[in-house]
């Protein structure tokens, strides 16, 4: 007789008490481990800037691009329900014509044929490369390339940067110190009075300290035909040119800086005329062969904090200039590319004006022919002649409608009640029909006719922009929040729609300081109402960062400003808007035709931003 075998449960058939016993006590041990690591993890330090470990990436030499690559252009609130024709198309965006700024800005205007995102463009250079600009990177003195802290006072910062000047720009003086892992590549050197602050965030590292730190450029000075000129610049606290091995131009705060006595400027009007917060310096004569690049390096940046600024113009050997404010040159900017509406932009919120031409005077690189170029003139003002008001022709309300046994009646809608449409005739008699009876193309007629009601809601959110540390501990003059803007759009009637629907939102920001508007975010989206979505839909932007700040006692910056919302039918026909002002829907049109980061007027006309106070007048001399 077999005997019986009872089962025992366990955690290993078959396996020795022992073993399991081990078992037991291995996995007591990782839980009881894994409870210390979470509570380690959850330890909070206080929060500074730690420079990453430096990243070794291979080195590509960027070839100039040929092929031209077209552009596409891409608060208290009112609710309103309309019907009224709102055609979807979206016009082509046309730069103006502009001309120097002392000519009001209205030349040619010509651009990158390969062209950032103007959310990526700011005075410093743009994210992405198009080929004939210079790459930079801001180093701080303050940190070792390995994460650990230098030493440095203002007398061995200046001793550094001397070195590094008087070895040939050698990288190996430089070697120890950190550098952004971000670079910037910008077409010019137009860096107006800033907050030092603001730099570092430009190149990634935002809580960087505003002291002992610099940007240094690297590219090749090229012209399509034979040239000889000379830079104007200057460069608080100090600004370095090298052409072709040689130093064409230095600039410091201090006039004759004991630290930086290795060259002179012999330029007639040395230091004699205002450019941003100083008096330019001029630099030595240079001379370009038609097509030969050679190696140009330009470093500018601040020992102590403050301010910081890095610009140069050119003069052309030969050329005469227009005066500006003061009677000084208007000498223009330095560029390897026409100026695009955006960096003319990004640098105009920072210039005086008549201090310098942004649109006029050579561009290096070697395919530009000025010939190609219209004449730039002077603006012709026209008389405005009143035009007589007109009320433009609206569409009848009286269309064909068809049944589904083929009759057909020419009437106008007048109401729709429960199932049944009530139409007039010619005759003005008014019939009720069972909507069951017309034709599927009136029904969805009568649908779009209808739309639901809509809950349109904008909200934002913001969270604190963080800043490094001063020399002397002080908070920096610049404060500043992301802000992050959403919509959300809610069905509040009963009534079946169905159709496919378009949202667009537009934040709007208001200068400090001046009395233009921006557009700070724009976002488009289609969307369907139905049960899956709960008959709601919600769209969300990108941060934007607004920053508000003192320069030479003005305060400048930009704020929150309002919103306008707008929502149209698979037909392009607005349905609903929100507003934060009647007036942004009232020049909707306009607003339409602007990208995110331009400035605007009342009527939303795309415009300039409002200069700052030039330094002289601001009580400096």
């Not at 552009?71 to 009112?78: C, I």
């Not at 201090?355 to 530009?368: A, H, I, K, R, W």
Request: aromatic share 10%.
């Amino acid at each position: 007789m077999k005997k019986g075998f009872k089962k025992e449960k366990g955690v290993v058939k078959g396996a020795p008490s022992g073993f399991v016993i081990s078992l037991l006590v291995h996995a007591g041990a990782f839980v009881v481990a894994g409870l210390l690591v979470v509570f380690t993890v959850h330890q909070k330090e206080e929060k500074k800037f730690v420079p990453p470990k430096p990243v070794d990436r291979p080195k590509m030499k960027l070839k100039k691009p040929k092929v031209k690559v077209k552009k596409s252009a891409k608060p208290k609130s009112t609710t309103r329900i309309v019907t009224k024709v709102q055609k979807a198309t979206m016009p082509d965006i046309q730069l103006p014509e502009m001309s120097g700024m002392s000519d009001g800005l209205a030349g040619d205007i010509g651009g990158f044929d390969i062209m950032p995102d103007l959310d990526d463009i700011s005075v410093f250079g743009a994210t992405t490369s198009i080929g004939s600009d210079f790459e930079g990177q801001v180093y701080s003195l303050l940190h070792r390339r390995n994460g650990g802290a230098a030493s440095m006072g203002p007398d061995e910062f200046r001793d550094v940067l001397r070195k590094y000047v008087l070895s040939g720009w050698k990288e190996s003086v430089l070697a120890r110190y950190y550098r952004s892992p971000q670079k910037l590549y910008t077409t010019h050197f137009m860096v107006p009075p800033i907050p030092t602050a603001m730099a570092p965030g430009l190149f990634g590292v935002p809580e960087m300290e505003d002291y002992y730190l610099f940007v240094k450029y690297e590219g090749q000075l090229v012209h399509a035909t034979d040239i000889k000129f000379r830079f104007w610049g200057i460069g608080d606290a100090y600004i370095f040119v090298n052409v072709d091995g040689e130093e064409v131009l230095q600039c410091s705060w201090q006039a004759h800086h004991p630290w930086f006595d290795w060259w002179t400027s012999t330029a007639a009007g040395d230091r004699t005329h205002i450019l941003g917060n100083m008096r330019m310096v001029g630099g030595d004569w240079i001379e370009l062969k038609a097509g030969e690049p050679v190696d140009m390096k330009v470093l500018f940046g601040e020992w102590h904090g403050g301010q910081v600024a890095g610009m140069l113009l050119v003069e052309v050997e030969g050329e005469e200039y227009p005066s500006g404010r003061n009677g000084m040159p208007l000498f223009p900017a330095f560029r390897t590319e026409k100026f695009t509406w955006d960096t003319i932009t990004e640098i105009s919120r920072f210039l005086a004006e008549d201090e310098c031409s942004l649109t006029n005077g050579p561009v290096f690189n070697d395919y530009y022919s000025p010939d190609s170029d219209p004449e730039v003139h002077q603006p012709v003002v026209e008389p405005v002649v009143a035009e007589e008001e007109t009320e433009a022709e609206q569409p009848s309300p009286v269309r064909l409608w068809t049944l589904l046994d083929g009759n057909t009646v020419e009437a106008e809608l007048v109401t729709l009640m429960g199932r049944n449409v009530v139409l007039k005739n010619n005759r003005g008699k008014q019939v009720k029909l069972p909507i069951g009876q017309l034709s599927h193309d009136d029904r969805q007629y009568l649908t779009l006719s209808h739309p639901p009601k809509l809950d349109i809601n904008f909200a934002k959110t913001t969270r604190p922009r963080q800043f490094g540390g001063t020399l002397n501990g002080t908070a920096p003059p610049v404060r500043g929040n992301f802000y992050t803007f959403s919509t959300r759009i809610k069905q509040a009637s009963n009534r079946p729609y169905g159709h496919p629907l378009t949202v667009e939102y537009y934040a709007i920001g208001d200068e400090i300081g001046g009395n233009k508007s921006m557009l700070l975010d724009y976002q488009q989206s289609g969307f369907t109402l139905n049960r899956e979505n709960d008959f709601s839909f919600e769209l969300t932007g990108p941060e934007v960062e607004l920053l508000d700040y003192t320069i030479n006692n003005e305060r400048r910056g930009k704020r929150y400003g309002g919103f306008l919302i707008v929502v149209r039918d698979s037909r392009g026909e607005v349905i609903a808007y929100n507003a934060s002002s009647e007036n942004l829907y009232r020049n909707y049109d306009n607003l339409r035709k602007l990208r995110v980061g331009w400035y605007f007027d009342d009527d939303c006309r795309k415009t300039l931003p409002t200069p700052p106070t030039p330094w002289a007048d601001a009580g400096n001399n």
